[in-house]
């Protein structure tokens, strides 16, 4: 029983001092960002609990519209950033985040298809052509709006088989070789190895804008700030290009 | 007292719903077309899932409950498995399986079948997460009753299809009523495995819970608390009418 105990007893102090060197007294900071920054932001988290002694750094991905909507639900999140402009300005109006939302990146679209391009698609066009199984993010993911706005700029008329809850999502459909194409950002085709990107017309793509403020619910005020000013700082602006996005 | 608090948790979420429902906006959801046709989609696969948890469930059930054979508990263990399992974990065994690239993918796609993306493709993820429930259901009720009254129906010279549906069959009944309504309450719900198998586009595959998920996301809770409303009728209405049936009244 002793034995136990001991055992037991050292048990619980080492996964005390697991979690990368997290401890009780680590004050938390949770950020609310859009699937398409997961990568990026997870490197640049790293190095802000690095550079920060004693901020943990938590990330919650999703959709931005499902962020906004969870903020405006009562979840705990200190900062925001989202895909897009409408998103953000959800959240303003809504008063769920203070002061002035800043830019801290931007993206452009391209089209994904599985690793060989097996229905050869060659641009936004090809999408619209019977037999072509496209999957787009849902209206009111900034996604799936700035698919929509390019396949309109480029007169296209599709009909998806499926509106998915986030551009990830439309990805795994890809990946998975359930779709034979989709449309989601440059970043997110970076380093996959299922899938290729093929080329959207310059003239008809658009440019995603990245949003991040400080919540109105932020516990830690001044780290959710300091967070923020570190996202358009030289390190994690390189984290994002080396992911794919263009700069602020 | 402690089933005060359990009776509360239930009750209090139901009431808040129908509270706190933007009535005055019923006329205008109800109107337009996406809401119209999440309903009868809906309704549709729910319908015809639980009608493929009968057809294939009772004889399912039947090997189980009334048959023996090495491996039997392995059988048993696979067909209850997607009552445990997370819908989304579902979906994705489901798409590993009659997708494109899944198992049956290259034979399907030469049979020029396709079921991921299409209203079929609903039908099938809510049967695969209901099934087990009629099946379960139906063991149990088939194990449980007296099989002298078949074997004196077999001494009076009936054969097995009329002894099952003259003497089976109605005495199993209330069970394969409760069994039905359940099935059909879990299909009728079924939203991850959905999802993920049969994807998201109204009028095709989005069901209400799909419809009432993306209207919370999508900044209009009020639709979605209104959707769910929806949900709830049909849920109740079955529940009261079958509630003799299923003994759940005195």
Redesign the interface.
């Known amino acids: 029983m002793r034995r136990l105990s001991l055992a037991i007893a050292a048990f619980v102090a080492l996964a005390g001092c697991g979690g990368g060197g997290a401890s009780a007294a680590d004050r938390k900071l949770v950020v609310f960002a859009a699937t398409s920054l997961t990568d990026s932001f997870e490197r640049i988290g790293r190095d802000f609990e690095a550079s920060h002694e004693g901020i943990d750094v938590e990330f919650q991905f999703a959709g931005s519209q499902q962020l906004v909507a969870q903020l405006d639900q009562g979840a705990a999140a200190d900062v925001l950033v989202t895909a897009d402009e409408v998103t953000m300005t959800r959240a303003v109006d809504g008063r769920l985040v203070t002061g002035e939302p800043v830019e801290i990146a931007r993206n452009l679209l391209t089209i994904v298809v599985p690793r060989g391009n097996p229905m050869t698609i060659t641009g936004l066009a090809d999408l619209a052509l019977s037999g072509v199984e496209v999957v787009l993010a849902a209206p009111e993911v900034p996604a799936g709006r700035y698919s929509r706005l390019a396949l309109a700029r480029a007169g296209v008329s599709l009909r998806p088989v499926s509106e998915e809850p986030s551009v990830k999502a439309v990805l795994s459909k890809v990946e998975l070789g359930e779709a034979d194409a989709g449309v989601v950002y440059v970043s997110d085709v970076k380093g996959r190895s299922a899938v290729e990107p093929v080329g959207i017309d310059p003239a008809h793509n658009v440019e995603a804008t990245y949003l991040a403020a400080t919540t109105a619910a932020a516990a830690s005020g001044d780290a959710a700030s300091t967070f923020l000013g570190v996202l358009t700082e030289e390190d994690a602006q390189r984290h994002l290009t080396d992911a794919g996005f263009l700069a602020a | 007292m402690l089933a005060a608090v359990a009776a509360l948790l239930f009750f209090v979420p139901i009431v808040a719903l129908l509270v706190d429902a933007p009535w005055s906006s019923i006329g205008a959801v109800v109107g337009e077309t996406s809401t119209g046709d999440a309903i009868r989609i809906s309704m549709l696969t729910s319908l015809a899932a639980t009608a493929l948890s009968i057809v294939g469930g009772i004889p399912l059930a039947w090997v189980l409950g009334r048959t023996d054979f090495p491996g039997i508990s392995i059988v048993r263990a696979v067909v209850t498995l997607p009552m445990v399992l997370p819908p989304v974990v579902g979906g994705v065994a489901l798409?590993l399986a009659f997708?494109?690239?899944g198992m049956f993918g290259p034979s399907l796609d030469a049979a020029g079948i396709r079921i991921?993306?299409t209203t079929a493709g609903v039908v099938v993820a809510q049967t695969f997460v209901a099934m087990p429930f009629l099946v379960v259901t139906m063991e149990a009720a088939l194990r449980s009753f007296d099989a002298r009254y078949e074997e004196a129906a077999a001494t009076l010279g009936a054969g097995r299809w009329m002894i099952f549906r003259r003497v089976t069959l109605p005495l199993v009944a209330p069970s394969l009523v409760a069994g039905a309504v359940l099935t059909w309450a879990r299909a009728l719900g079924e939203f991850g495995a959905t999802?993920t198998f049969?994807?998201?586009?109204?009028g095709r595959?989005q069901t209400l819970p799909l419809a009432a998920?993306?209207a919370?996301?999508?900044?209009a809770?009020e639709r979605a608390v209104l959707l769910s409303v929806i949900l709830l009728v049909p849920a109740v209405l079955v529940l009261l009418a079958t509630r003799r049936t299923t003994g759940l009244a005195r």
């Open positions: 798409l997708g494109r690239r991921p993306f999802v049969a994807g998201n586009l109204p595959t998920f993306f919370l996301e999508s900044g809770p």
